[in-house]
């Protein structure tokens, strides 16, 4: 028996995925027996935030890796479709149409037993010892028991209870005549850090901009005793014009090879993946609200044109650290039978968390039929998100959506930003192509 934890977008595309291949689940969901801070009823694959899945556009990375979750056999795109409202090139959907869909789809399903009550550790303990499969894919909102005896299993350090993430840029949009390669002091390698030098000028009117910025006001189950050590840029900065020129922007050790001075301030970016396609801004924790949010990153030297794949979020979270808790197959590495998916795996966003939901029924199934598990190819979609799941780069991993830059660059790397999206969609489709072929 595998027992499904969670009746999110991950749980019902996995409870889905299992019973389409023949294999009986058991789908455990506590709503409404106890409901969570965020949700209203007890429907399955409930959308909390925005209605919205992204682009349906299939040059686009979220419609590229719809196609291939349709072809995986989808639940929830497809229901989607069906029940789609005008969202121009989103896929925008009728939120209780598209949930009460889901929810019979799964109910009039034989293979799925649905179980209406809370998961608790013992249960899981139980599962496991009469060798059956657990998936967790309880989300951002996992219980408070659930998630501690998941930290056991993983190992404390490697489970995290907010997202406090740095914005993340496309490293092609980057304007190397501004921004410096250099570490500080020289220590490392040359090309460890990258460098954004402001002068005075461009630091005051970055700090008057920053200042005056809307913010995301926190929900109430975001309390600040999550946010410790990751103090929001624009707070650093409300308490002296200078405090983030000596804190998370000063400028020592490093030289401008322009004026072969130091700058006045440095915003560094630090690469997110093995590629170096994509980097991160390095302490620049943010509560902007998105849309000024890119108004005021953009100010900062060298990133006028940049292309930002992930902007920064403070906010109630609950993930593990992938590259070192799970496998490739999303097996917790210390605990045999525990799997986890969604957005416990650190992806992000709807369509990736119900992506990995698949992909766990997909593995579970092949291993059910003695089979060894079958990774994606790196240039698909879902390649790219299992890379960056499983990228042991040094950094302060974070959830990810799908995005260009998760994608590897083409041997020929045209400058044209089209003609190199067209050369990676082109790999990603042939890759899949064969991947679903060796799937069978």
Same mark, same amino acid.
């Given at each position: 028996m ?8 991950a749980?019902?595309?996995c409870?889905w ?6 294999i ?8 409404p ?9 007890g ?17 686009s ?8 979750m349709?072809a995986?056999?989808?639940l929830v795109?497809?229901?989607? *479709? ?6 121009? /090139?989103? #896929? $925008?959907? @009728? +939120? ?7 929810t019979?789809?799964i109910e009039?399903?034989p ?11 013992d249960?899981?303990e139980?599962?496991l010892?009469a ?5 967790l ?14 930290a056991q ?8 209870f907010y997202d406090?993430?740095?914005p993340t840029v496309?490293a092609?949009g ?5 921004i410096?390669?250099?570490?500080r002091?020289d220590?490392g ?8 030098p402001?002068n005075? *000028?461009?630091y005051?009117?970055?700090?008057? /901009?920053? #200042? $005056?910025? @809307? +913010? ?16 929001p840029i624009?707070?650093i900065?409300?308490k002296?014009?200078d405090?983030l020129?000596?804190?998370n922007?000063?400028p ?19 690469p997110e993946?093995?590629e ?14 998105w ?6 990153l953009r ?5 006028a044109?940049a ?5 920064g ?8 650290e992938?590259p ?8 917790v590495r210390? +605990?045999p ?17 119900a ?14 039929a ?7 190819p790196?240039?698909?979609a879902?390649?790219?998100l ?13 959830p990810m ?6 994608f590897p ?8 930003k089209?003609?190199?999206?067209a050369l990676?969609?082109?790999?990603a489709?042939?890759a899949?192509?064969h ?5 069978g």
């Amino acid at each position: 028996m595998v027992h499904v934890v969670g009746g999110g977008f991950a749980g019902v595309e996995c409870a889905w995925g299992l019973a389409r291949r023949g294999i009986a689940c058991r789908l455990w969901e506590m709503r409404p027996v106890q409901m969570t801070p965020a949700h209203q009823t007890g429907l399955f694959s409930e959308l909390v935030c925005s209605n919205s899945f992204k682009s349906r556009l299939p040059d686009s990375p979220a419609g590229r890796l719809k196609t291939e979750m349709t072809a995986l056999g989808s639940l929830v795109i497809p229901t989607g *479709e069906a029940h789609s409202v005008p969202g121009g /090139a989103a #896929l $925008a959907v @009728d +939120r209780d149409r598209y949930a009460q869909a889901v929810t019979e789809a799964i109910e009039a399903e034989p293979l799925i037993e649905v179980c209406r009550q809370v998961f608790t550790p013992d249960d899981a303990e139980a599962a496991l010892a009469a060798g059956d499969q657990v998936v967790l894919a309880t989300g951002p909102l996992t219980s408070e028991p659930l998630a501690k005896w998941l930290a056991q299993q993983t190992g404390q350090e490697h489970l995290y209870f907010y997202d406090a993430v740095s914005p993340t840029v496309e490293a092609a949009g980057l304007d190397r005549s501004i921004i410096f390669a250099q570490s500080r002091y020289d220590k490392g390698e040359g090309d460890d850090y990258l460098n954004c030098p402001f002068n005075k *000028e461009e630091y005051e009117r970055f700090i008057d /901009a920053l #200042l $005056a910025a @809307d +913010r995301v006001p926190l929900k109430d189950f975001e309390e600040p005793k999550y946010f410790e050590g990751c103090k929001p840029i624009e707070e650093i900065a409300s308490k002296g014009r200078d405090s983030l020129r000596f804190g998370n922007f000063k400028p020592v050790g490093l030289r401008d090879p322009r004026t072969e001075r130091r700058p006045w301030a440095v915003v560094q970016l630090r690469p997110e993946n093995r590629e170096k396609t994509l980097y991160s801004l390095v302490a620049f924790q943010t509560r902007m609200k998105w849309g000024v949010q890119q108004e005021v990153l953009r100010m900062i030297p060298g990133l006028a044109e940049a292309e930002f794949v992930r902007l920064g979020v403070i906010h109630r979270n609950t993930y593990v650290e992938a590259p070192k808790a799970l496998t490739s197959w999303l097996e917790v590495r210390s +605990r045999p039978g525990l799997f986890v998916a969604g957005q416990l795996t650190g992806v992000e966003g709807y369509v990736e968390s119900a992506a990995m939901g698949i992909y766990v029924a997909v593995q579970l199934a092949r291993l059910a039929a003695g089979l060894e598990p079958s990774m994606p190819p790196r240039h698909c979609a879902y390649g790219s998100l299992i890379s960056h799941l499983q990228d042991d780069t040094e950094r302060e991993f974070a959830p990810m959506n799908i995005n260009w830059g998760l994608f590897p660059d083409p041997p020929e790397n045209p400058k044209a930003k089209s003609e190199r999206r067209a050369l990676k969609l082109a790999a990603a489709d042939e890759a899949f192509q064969h991947w679903l072929t060796a799937l069978g």
